[in-house]
């Protein structure tokens, strides 16, 4: 096996973090991929291992160490249960980054391709036909390329959305099944996205809206792609929300995408460049913090530092952002009270952002938030901390693994005899309402993001 | 291994739990300690009738087996030395019943420590051991090294628990020893033989284990000392005076820095060594109890001593202990963990014996242990790339094991024999004693197909090789 290329970076980058693993285990009853795959691959100590192997050249990196590699969830559950700290996401990262590289060099046609074969194809993607790109991967790359890094496109891809669920095409779909014949995850997803608001109610890029009452921080808001086009009403509600507590909200015109999906793919280079758009971007707003409320776009932000270490140029500007990057709910509770103006009855349990949680260590402001609602009963769910199985687009490649791990979640939400569950993050969201769709015994039952259960109570809408 | 023989194998084990490519069997080569051994197959049984077939035909082409549970063990309790199978035992779990009326609970080979302690705890009932991996490892593997934590002061180690065991012996026979009863004398007591077997003599494929009453309450103290002997004083006062804690744990002073650095929490720095003693029980006694070891502390010389007034204090005391393992592997990148155990008089001796160890080998060797229970872990921290270190280290091993027999003590108490201490079973146990052991294993396997390379050292070895 050749010492150069692919395998000579991962060992550079990866091989001294890995060799921190003592190999205790203790990660393993963290990990929700080993205890619904359960074997050994699938599990963290395992991962790093496969990780470690490949950077010594024992395994190769393509037909060895991909899969295991692609069925993580990336929820770092495990970085937090491990007792010595070793950097997972950075291990993860530096494999993706190895794995994209490696099969670009495979397949010189589709230079620059995050695709890595999934699950169950991937003994067939070894042989050369299969070498032709799956609908996933080529998805995958379509939408990194062409639109994450393109607001505006994005934008229109929700605009049309909307058109679609208001003209009723979407209705004729389902009831032709001429999405589920396309694919069964994304006519499972299409069943469950959230109603779209319409294109005149969006609030606009480079506004700022005045605190109401009197002014304690000057705060930005980063809107997030997803966030943005699919749910601008949660970010319409998010801002009024921090107005409410005393926060000027700026947005600032010229972010972008936070390049988490770019990171978890190995496309760093990329990521790289859209932090720097997204910190030039923010410096600009004079802000005091930079606020988010999408767990997983938080998590990036929060990861600049790291991600621009290297880069003399950059370096301190990105530890500074990083530092200013706070999810919503930091906030809210820490300038709150919010002024309820509605009781919510009912049961509310919430499902962490692994994010949110495990990354930026955000555990219990959202919880505070939600039982401060007047009326509301908070009931913790068992295995909350637990990855939905989300992650990113992980659902849509991996859709049967995926909902191998949200059944069992469903059964626990169930417990909880909950009305509403509550995310921090539009990827869990849109999985857990698909949840609810599968497995819900509660008819009431609902997903919502936190951000819209707060206005609510705060009488927004 | 021949095609045939997988051909055979997937008769008895499904596709999705029989693992053949390179990733899927380097995920099982390795456990906890040193090593790394490629299986040439990888299977996961569901239940005993499974097991029987696999020994069956392992028997038959005379192919290692290697059962393992989460692989936790520090000593290479798992590791497929020579290859062939290994048995993933993690998913055989499907069984755990909490029997409240016989004070019992059955359970599969793969159910993880930490939920039998939930289950019973439940129904107020309680399994003592508490290896500090409960939460990960699996109560095969805990029968299997007679694993224990700072409660075997006083409760014992797993084999006080095991009254029963369903065994497939290394024929493929199904066996059952003991039973549901506590007393029984029918014959060799071969329950007490498989458990602490480490894989060596039968695959365990379920267990009948006995509880007892959870302890009403439980009250901790933690003591600093200003020299060591003082602590070593302290403890065997304790011991003598009629009060049987539930624990006591001891921490020297390079452990205490290094939990300090790693996550400040106030401890003494300055100190050469701290004591934890928790006593639980009736409330009443237990408060007096607690009482006369603090004022055995403080007449042995402690500097300070705090008593915890409530179950958040409490915890914060077992918090400085429960750092160290971390803490310590923050200081270098490979532990070398020992659990050399002495009469529990002779801690203060050991101590000194390490003490010379640790100056002689220029190593930074740290040490902490259920000292009640003379089981003590004295641990280096080394990086296995610096091959010259190691070699110390390997040295300084073999003297640690000789300290400990010489002292009147054992070379494990814990963690087990596997292949890391192989080489010095002579040294506790003479030739004849080590030959009657093998004889045992040569009577119940012999293809020595069962977690063959372990417990006995090759001919010649006399010491552990790390690098
Ligand atoms: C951080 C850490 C802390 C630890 N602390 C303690 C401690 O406080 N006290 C302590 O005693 N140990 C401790 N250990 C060691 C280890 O956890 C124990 O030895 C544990 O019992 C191993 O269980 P396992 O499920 O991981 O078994 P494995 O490591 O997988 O296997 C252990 C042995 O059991 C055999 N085995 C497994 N399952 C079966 C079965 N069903 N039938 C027959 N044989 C079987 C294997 O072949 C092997 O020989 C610690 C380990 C770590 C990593
Ligand atoms: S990131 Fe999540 S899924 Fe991946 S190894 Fe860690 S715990 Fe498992
Ligand atoms: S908990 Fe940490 S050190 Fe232990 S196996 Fe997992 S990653 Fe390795």
Redesign the pocket.
Known sequence: MDKTGPQQKLFDSAHDEANRC?Q???CLPACPTYISMGKESASPRGRINLVKLAAEGKIDIADDLAQPIDLCLGCRACEVAC?VGVPYGHILESAKEAIADRQAQRQPSAAGRAAAPAGQQSAAARTPSSRKERWPDRLKRLAMTQLFPYPGRLRAAGNMLWLYQKSGLGRLLRRTKLLSGLSEPMAAFEQVLPAVEPPHKRYAWGSVFPAKGEKKARVAFFAGCMMDAMMSRTNRLTIELLTLVGCEVVVPGRQTCCGALHAHQGLKAQAQELAKANIAAFEQSGADLYINNAGGCGAMLHEYGDLLAADEAWAERARHFSEKSKDVTEILHQYGPLPFTRERHGVITYQDSCHLRNVQGVRTPPRELLKSIPGATFVEMEGCDQCCASGGIYNLLHFRESMNILDAKMNKANVTKADTIVTTNPGCLLQMRLGVERKAENREMEALHIVDVLAEACGLK | MEQHILQELRTIVPEERMFVDLAERYSYSY??SFGEYLPEAVVQPLNAGEVCRIVKLAGKHRIPL?????????SG??LPVEGGIVLD?TRFAHKLIIDRENLLAIVS?GVITADIHKKAEEVGLFYPPD???SH???I??????N???PKGLKYGTTKEYVIGLEVVTPLGDLIRTGGKTVKNVTGYDLTRLIVGS??TL????EMILRLIPKPKARMTLLATFDRLQDSGHAITKILSSGILPAAMELMDNACIRAVEQFEPCGLPVDKEALILVEVDGHPAAIEEEIRQCEAICYEQGASQVRVAKDEREREELWRARKMV?PAITQMGPTKISEDATVPRSKIPDMMERLNQIRSKYQLNLVVFGHAGDGNLHPNIITDKRNKEEMKRAEEAVGEIFAAAVELGGTLSG???I?TLKAPYMEMELGEAGLSMMKKIKEAWDPYNIM?PG?IFPRPGQIKVVLT
């Open positions: 003592v205790c285990g203790y007792p | 456990d906890a290697y059962p393992r549970g989460a692989a936790t063990s520090l309790g798992p035992m080979p290896p500090s991996s990960v490892s699996t095969g593997g805990n029968i299997s090294e694993s224990s934590g480490e894989g039968g695959i365990v494929t393992s814990e963690h087990g596997g977690n372990k």
